[in-house]
């Protein structure tokens, strides 16, 4: 319609800085489940991440995703959490409830 306003223009970022690199792959029962953890992880570190794989079709790896450029900074964030083990997790998510 005439009284529509023009759209924005898209810039996308053609830098490599935003080639992804798989981190994680499984293909796993609890495969999804686990690339959905580990981007949850990347985001509260401030590094993002995508999820790719089809729930669909279960014979395929479920993958989290990270720009090329952060990839070092997101295997140290995965490394870490590996080594604190889950006991960490339930204390940092027992903090973050005390606090709210």
């Known amino acids: 319609?005439?009284?529509?306003?023009?759209?924005?223009?898209?810039?996308?970022?053609?830098?490599?800085?935003?080639?992804?690199?798989?981190?994680?792959?499984?293909?796993?029962?609890?495969?999804?489940?686990?690339v959905n953890n580990i981007h949850f992880m990347l985001e509260a570190a401030g590094i993002p991440s995508v999820v790719v794989g089809p729930s669909?079709?279960?014979?395929?790896?479920f993958q989290v995703q990270v720009p090329r450029s952060q990839?070092?900074?997101?295997?140290?964030?995965?490394?870490?959490?590996?080594?604190?083990?889950?006991?960490a997790a339930m204390e940092a998510e027992a903090a973050s409830e005390e606090g709210q």
């Open 1 to 34: 319609m005439a009284q529509d306003p023009e759209p924005e223009e898209v810039r996308l970022d053609a830098s490599a800085n935003m080639d992804m690199v798989t981190l994680f792959s499984s293909s796993t029962v609890d495969g999804e489940m686990e």
């Open 56 to 61: 669909v079709i279960p014979s395929l790896d």
């Open 71 to 87: 990839a070092a900074e997101a295997e140290r964030v995965l490394e870490e959490a590996r080594a604190a083990g889950p006991e």
